[in-house]
């Protein structure tokens, strides 16, 4: 007959560490927190526009996000925004010719106004990146996407008129005072990011806030009011284990 002979058992071999086939995960902190800040412009839909000499639209962001996972996360961000605009609006004109008895009048004329908002948005976050092409440490762009709800803090304008408008020896102008308003809006936005490091990430952020049925005087928004953000910035990554960590 013919015999044959079967063996079981195992066998353990030992690869010399610089042999070893390197995982960037393995090297990877998980590291949650993160803090940043940018600068930018801003835009709005108005149902009216005047050029005049308005000035530029600018904004402010700071925020602060932890990651629960390496796709879902909580973010709080604070944007001050500083909207430029130029309208045919009523203002008071006084004649003060005669100090003892000053005329006034009503006028209308082109306004150059800046408005100013806070927005203060308590947002969820995903990394789009990792959902759709999985997890790589070694990635160095993501793309995330952040919604949530805004409290739209509308703080008052400034107006003064325009160089073009004449103004009158011994006259001094008034200008209606808008009133600051408070609503609850909501935010959505996006985030792409480049690593400079495994801390450090230059990012380019887009957000559209609705105002919810926030009064605007002379910021002539449409039904649906809405502005965008466009932000320019930086970010740090850390863990408080790791800041720490001597």
């Known amino acids: 007959g013919h015999y044959g002979t079967v063996l079981v ?55 602060a996000q932890y990651q629960f996972n390496r796709v879902s996360s909580a973010r709080i961000s604070y944007e001050y925004v500083s909207m430029a605009s130029s309208d045919i609006m009523t203002y008071a004109d006084y004649d003060a010719t005669n100090p003892k008895k000053v005329k006034y009048k009503a006028r209308k004329g082109l306004l150059n106004n800046r408005y100013k908002f806070s927005l203060l948005s308590f947002d969820y976050g995903i990394n789009l990146s990792n959902v759709l092409a999985g997890y790589d440490p070694t ?40 009133k600051s308003q408070t609503r609850i809006g909501f935010n959505a936005g996006l985030k792409l990011k480049y690593a400079i490091n495994d801390h450090v990430a230059a990012y380019f952020s887009p957000t559209l806030y609705w105002l919810g049925d926030m009064p605007t005087a002379g910021l002539y928004m449409h039904k649906f009011k809405y502005l965008e953000t466009l932000n320019i910035g930086v970010q740090y990554n850390f863990s408080i284990e790791n800041l720490f960590k001597k």
């Open 9 to 63: 058992g195992l066998r353990v071999s030992t690869i010399p560490k610089k042999f070893q086939k390197w995982i960037p995960e393995h090297d990877y902190i998980f590291e949650p927190l993160t803090v940043g800040g940018s600068i930018g412009t801003n835009f709005a839909q108005t149902s009216m526009s005047y050029k005049g000499g308005h000035g530029i639209n600018y904004n402010i962001q700071l925020f």
């Open 139 to 178: 990635r160095k762009i993501d793309l995330e996407a952040y919604f949530g709800p805004t409290i739209a803090m509308f703080r008052g304008g400034t107006s003064e008129l325009d160089d073009s408008e004449q103004k009158l020896e011994n006259h001094y102008y008034k200008y209606n005072k808008i």
